[in-house]
């Protein structure tokens, strides 16, 4: 049994110009110890995904399907649930450290804030449960961290405090969104290495949103590829990067700037931008950018087809060709 | 090929509540016209103060640059010799960089009127342009929110095109955009330069996408380049320490679960940059010496150059392990 399974996942937000949907239809899993990419462009969904799990749409926001958590529907949890939950038992880090951490208040504070609040404990409590995440992300004088300031620590240290925060209370599922997007390169293997520690040590279950592959690569076992609000390949993180089958993912990998160590400067790029919410083209949200399109993908929604037992792809015409002669 | 930016000895300092940041610490660069000079390093490291020094918009407090044999002065309000119209820059935010009270087109022609050419005349040429970087030519009556991020950033290539440059600076021009942009923007500059014939150089965080575009890179750390040499020489032969840490550190997006290395601590405080080499208290491979001596940059014996004690001029790069 999955630790979170979502099915017919479909999130609707209100724009100006009336209803949109941002997220359609999806369904996956995460086992327990798994880490799983979500990866895609800017307003692929892939983000919205993540804040429905939590309940933290944006106003007016609606999903519906259904995620199970541990055995249990939380999509129509109420405000007071949704609390319960987050925090305790999914938490989640993003992009910008300084975002989630609060630039006026001592590091301690925001450590054992919600340890204080979920568990209960004591504050002589809360304080050693802190000094010891400090010293599992690997903060340097953990005694001295927790009566310093976020601001003066770097991007990587900030990162590894918020981290630190999100597992205060031993969620069982992480969700990073963009983790290491704004840091440095040497910074960025870091955090990577210590997710990965933290999986293995904890058997924590992380869903990583990026739209690096490289980040992909390093870290997950399992890779969801979204475009437009919809999935569009899914499987086996080292099955997705050698083996790729849906046009998009194919792009994608082939625009990787380190791919191919050919002669020419030029760097291989999907044409077009990806569509804006609520102006997903109808059938197949890529056809006005693949090059194999036809004319039933204009039209109709590409159903699963699954290519092993872990790998599928939704789109009908591909998957006839041999992976090499898609890469023209 | 002609050296059309040349750096001596540059120093750019910052003034701060009595203090003084030494930001750029005494670089020596040239670039020359028709290559793509990538400018690489941790945030911190000075290659966005140095590419502002550069186009003038910052004053070094020592050393001089000079553009096509002319000292570049700092910008000021009123006069900027009309030579230096063909120095450029590309800034990263195409959000913070174009106006948005203004349409597209009379932004391109900014450049062109002050030049003396008629009204009309400059709206045509920004047209072409627009064509150019690939946008449509009705663009021209049309405001910066309309467009996406990538065309956002055409739209400032277009206006720094409008000068016909023969050099351009571009400062992270790619890194605020999406996947599919970043590709399409880093071809269009590859053409540009090719097509007029200049020079540029491409301030970048992404190793991948320097060692992509690039005909030479350098590396900078803490104000300083720390070696410079063609893409290949850099790539697969680093020979100093801190660019070989760079490249262990970028992940592979290969499938075969490669962990990148991280290199530990941070780009140290410029207030008070170390003794001696200023990498010696991160690096792995760091001898008592190098807390004192500074390395100088030298020229190894495949023409490239680098500032470290493991290495000696003129003889070919000792090659560097990190394990």
């Known amino acids: 049994m999955s630790l979170l399974s979502v099915k017919d996942l479909t999130v609707t937000l209100a724009t100006g110009s009336g209803d949109a949907q941002a997220v359609r239809n999806l369904s996956f899993d995460v086992g327990h110890g798994e880490i799983l990419g979500i990866a895609g462009e800017s307003g692929s969904g892939k983000t919205m995904t993540a804040l429905s799990l939590l309940g933290l749409l944006p106003y007016k926001g609606r999903a519906s399907g259904s995620i199970n958590f541990n055995g249990r529907e939380i999509l129509a949890s109420t405000k007071r649930e949704y609390r319960d939950l987050r925090g305790k038992e999914i938490a989640m880090i993003f992009q910008d450290p300084m975002t989630s951490l609060h630039p006026m208040l001592t590091i301690e504070v925001q450590l054992t804030e919600h340890l204080l609040h979920h568990r209960k404990v004591s504050k002589e409590a809360a304080r050693k449960v802190a000094l010891d995440l400090l010293a599992t992300v690997k903060i340097p004088d953990p005694a001295a961290a927790l009566t310093a300031h976020p601001t003066q620590f770097s991007g990587g240290m900030r990162q590894r405090i918020a981290i630190a925060s999100a597992l205060a209370c031993e969620p069982k599922l992480l969700i990073a969104d963009e983790p ?110 693949c090059i194999h399109a036809v004319d039933s993908c204009k039209n109709d929604l590409p159903g699963s087809l699954q290519i092993s037992a872990s790998h599928r792809i939704f789109c009908p015409v591909n998957p006839f060709l041999s992976s090499k002669e898609g890469d023209k | 090929m002609k050296e059309i930016i040349k750096l001596s000895d540059v120093v750019v300092d910052y003034y701060r509540n009595g203090n003084t940041v030494r930001a750029v610490a005494g670089v020596d660069l040239t670039l020359n016209s028709g290559e793509i000079l990538g400018l690489v390093g941790e945030s911190g490291c000075g290659k966005s103060t140095l590419g502002k020094a550069i186009v003038g918009i910052l004053q070094p407090s020592q050393g001089e640059i000079t553009f096509d044999g002319q000292v570049v002065k700092k910008l000021t309000r009123g006069q ?186 941070d780009v140290p405080n410029p207030l008070s940059p170390p003794t001696g080499c200023r990498f010696h208290p991160r690096c792995q491979l760091a001898k008592p010496d190098c807390r004192i001596s500074e390395p100088r940059l030298v020229r190894l014996s495949d023409n490239r150059d680098v500032a470290c004690v493991l290495q000696n001029a003129g003889t070919s790069p000792n090659s560097i392990s990190l394990d």
């Open chain 1, 180 to 289: 290491t997007t704004a840091l440095d390169v040497t910074v960025q293997a870091g955090i990577l290495k210590l997710l990965h520690q933290l999986r293995n040590d904890r058997k924590l279950s992380v869903m990583v949103i990026t739209h690096d592959l490289g980040v992909l690569s390093s870290l997950t076992d399992r890779i969801l590829i979204m475009y437009a609000g919809s999935e569009v390949e899914s499987g086996p993180t080292s099955e997705i990067l050698k083996n790729a089958r849906h046009p998009y993912t194919k792009g994608l990998i082939a625009a990787l700037p380190g791919k191919v160590k050919s002669a020419s400067k030029n760097l291989t790029s999907i044409e077009g931008m990806p569509p804006e919410l609520g102006n997903f083209p109808r059938g197949c949200a890529f056809h006005p950018r």
């Open chain 2, 80 to 265: 900027r010799p009309s030579h230096f119209r063909n120095l450029q820059m590309i800034f990263q935010d195409p959000y913070g960089s174009l106006n948005p009270r203004r349409k597209i087109g009379v932004q391109i022609a900014d450049g062109l009127l002050v030049a003396g050419m008629s009204k009309k005349n400059a709206l045509a040429k920004a047209e072409d342009l627009l064509e150019k970087v690939g946008l449509p030519r009705a663009a021209i009556s049309r405001f910066p929110h309309q467009f996406s991020g990538g065309q956002r950033q055409r739209i400032s290539i277009a206006r720094a095109l409008a000068a016909s440059p023969t050099a351009i600076i571009a400062d992270e021009p790619i890194s605020a955009l999406d996947t599919s942009s970043q590709a399409q923007v880093a071809n269009l500059l590859v053409k540009l330069v090719e097509e007029f014939k200049m020079g540029m150089i491409f301030v970048s965080h992404d190793l991948s996408i320097v060692r992509r575009i690039s005909d030479r890179v350098a590396v900078m750390y803490l104000g300083k380049i720390v070696e410079i040499g063609t893409v290949d020489q850099i790539w697969n032969n680093p020979s100093h320490p801190y660019t070989k840490a760079l490249i262990s550190a970028i992940p592979h997006a290969d499938g075969n679960s490669f962990m990148p290395k991280d290199l530990p601590g």
